[in-house]
């Protein structure tokens, strides 16, 4: 057949390698070396809500205009479960969850996790697999959990299943979270919103907005 791409010369450059490397492991699956530590004692207690972690977040803040609302509920261990509601203002295809929302509600299940350790860290890298679509007015039902911790690297996974908590699976992700200090938040932030933060009279509030935080 005329035109065929099998019958054009590989641009130069594009040869396969005479040896591939060996298969790497994803910089999300947790080293050997990495442990699972005891819930800290500031965890909230099993079955309790892990509460918004800042007011004004797009994934769990209750005052975001637009933003997902979240809720997240402590598990047993270093698990965490939560559930996201797909809307019509949530659409990609019609009718159909849009996969960047789908991602920020794993992203923030997981970023969850993190106050179990009582750790704040942001998102370093987050992997996602789409297993099937997931129609407008579904109820994602996320479960999470720590796989490992390394120095200030915090593994963990999780899956969203449809049709109810033990309902298919829908989506799976996998995620780098990077401990940090405050300043990773005061040196970076719009000046305004951390001081907002830094002035709000609940102190609960204000350290959950820097202790653990996107
Ligand atoms: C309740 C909370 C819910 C939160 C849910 C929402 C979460 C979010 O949306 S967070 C917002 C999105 N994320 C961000 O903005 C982070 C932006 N990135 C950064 O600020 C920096 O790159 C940061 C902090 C991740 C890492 O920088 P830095 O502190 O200098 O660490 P660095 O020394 O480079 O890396 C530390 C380790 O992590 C590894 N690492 C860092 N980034 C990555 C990455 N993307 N992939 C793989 N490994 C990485 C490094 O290789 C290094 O490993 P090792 O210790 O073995 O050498």
């Given at each position: 057949m005329t035109g065929s791409i099998t019958s054009q010369p590989a641009p130069k450059g594009s040869e396969q390698p005479a040896e591939r490397p060996a298969a790497q492991l994803?910089?999300?699956t947790p080293p050997q070396e990495a442990v699972l530590p005891p819930r800290a004692p500031e965890a909230p207690?099993?079955?309790t809500l892990v509460g918004s972690h800042y007011d004004h977040c797009f994934g769990c803040g209750p005052q975001h205009p637009a933003g997902l609302r979240m809720t997240v509920v402590a598990g047993?261990?270093?698990d965490v479960t939560a559930e996201?509601?797909?809307g019509a203002g949530h659409q990609g295809g019609p009718g159909l969850a849009h996969g960047g929302l789908l991602t920020t509600a794993m992203d923030e299940t997981l970023g969850s996790?993190?106050?179990l350790l009582h750790a704040a860290a942001v998102t370093g890298r987050l992997e996602t697999d789409f297993v099937?679509?997931?129609?407008?007015d579904s109820v994602l039902h996320i479960r999470a959990r720590i796989t490992g911790?390394?120095?200030r690297k915090i593994y963990s996974a999780a899956e969203g299943r449809i049709g109810g908590p033990d309902g298919p699976v829908a989506i799976r992700a996998q995620a780098l979270f990077i401990q940090v200090k405050l300043e990773h938040f005061t040196q970076h932030g719009r000046p305004e919103d951390i001081k907002k933060a830094l002035d709000d009279p609940d102190l609960f509030k204000r350290a959950r907005a820097?202790?653990?935080n996107p």
């Amino acid at each position: 057949m005329t035109g065929s791409i099998t019958s054009q010369p590989a641009p130069k450059g594009s040869e396969q390698p005479a040896e591939r490397p060996a298969a790497q492991l994803s910089p999300t699956t947790p080293p050997q070396e990495a442990v699972l530590p005891p819930r800290a004692p500031e965890a909230p207690a099993p079955g309790t809500l892990v509460g918004s972690h800042y007011d004004h977040c797009f994934g769990c803040g209750p005052q975001h205009p637009a933003g997902l609302r979240m809720t997240v509920v402590a598990g047993e261990g270093l698990d965490v479960t939560a559930e996201f509601t797909v809307g019509a203002g949530h659409q990609g295809g019609p009718g159909l969850a849009h996969g960047g929302l789908l991602t920020t509600a794993m992203d923030e299940t997981l970023g969850s996790l993190n106050w179990l350790l009582h750790a704040a860290a942001v998102t370093g890298r987050l992997e996602t697999d789409f297993v099937r679509p997931v129609p407008v007015d579904s109820v994602l039902h996320i479960r999470a959990r720590i796989t490992g911790v390394h120095g200030r690297k915090i593994y963990s996974a999780a899956e969203g299943r449809i049709g109810g908590p033990d309902g298919p699976v829908a989506i799976r992700a996998q995620a780098l979270f990077i401990q940090v200090k405050l300043e990773h938040f005061t040196q970076h932030g719009r000046p305004e919103d951390i001081k907002k933060a830094l002035d709000d009279p609940d102190l609960f509030k204000r350290a959950r907005a820097f202790e653990v935080n996107p």
